[in-house]
Nanobody
Framework: QMKLVESGGGSVQAGGSLRLSCAAS????????MGWYRQTPGKEREAVAI???????SYRDSVQGRFTIYQDNTKTTLYLQMNSLKPDDTAMYFC??????????????????????WGQGTQVTVSS
């Protein structure tokens, strides 16, 4: 079992920055990948950034170069540093721990929220 709790969301103007945090507890070694996903009303949840157990990272094209995913040394806290935010980044952001062969595969794989472990989400709102 694993529990994930996100924090750090909020409202910011376009061009601003936010850092999301995800505190993981329980058996953190059971999932190969951890990542950040986002969802807006009426749309499917999408992967934003993934890090796998080898430390490799992958990003969706729209956030490449603006967002950075990383973990602390104990791998119990996952972060997402978001810079140069755009209104299109507005969404509910979820932290997740999932089984995956690699970050590169997970970033484009279908999202099944009934598999793996998911946090409750934190809202990010970017105004123009």
């Amino acid at each position: 079992q694993m529990k994930l709790v996100e924090s750090g969301g909020g409202s910011v103007q376009a061009g601003g920055s936010l850092r999301l945090s995800c505190a993981a507890s329980g058996d953190t070694s059971s999932m190969h990948c951890m990542g950040w996903y986002r969802q807006t009303p009426g749309k499917e949840r999408e992967a934003v950034a993934i890090i796998d157990s080898d430390g490799s990272t992958s990003y969706r094209d729209s956030v490449q170069g603006r967002f950075t995913i990383y973990q602390d040394n104990t791998k119990t806290t996952l972060y997402l540093q978001m810079n140069s935010l755009k209104p299109d980044d507005t969404a509910m952001y979820f932290c997740a721990a999932v089984l995956c062969p690699s970050a590169a595969v997970a970033i484009t794989a279908p999202v099944y929220t009934n598999f793996g472990y998911w946090g409750q989400g934190t809202q990010v709102t970017v105004s123009s």
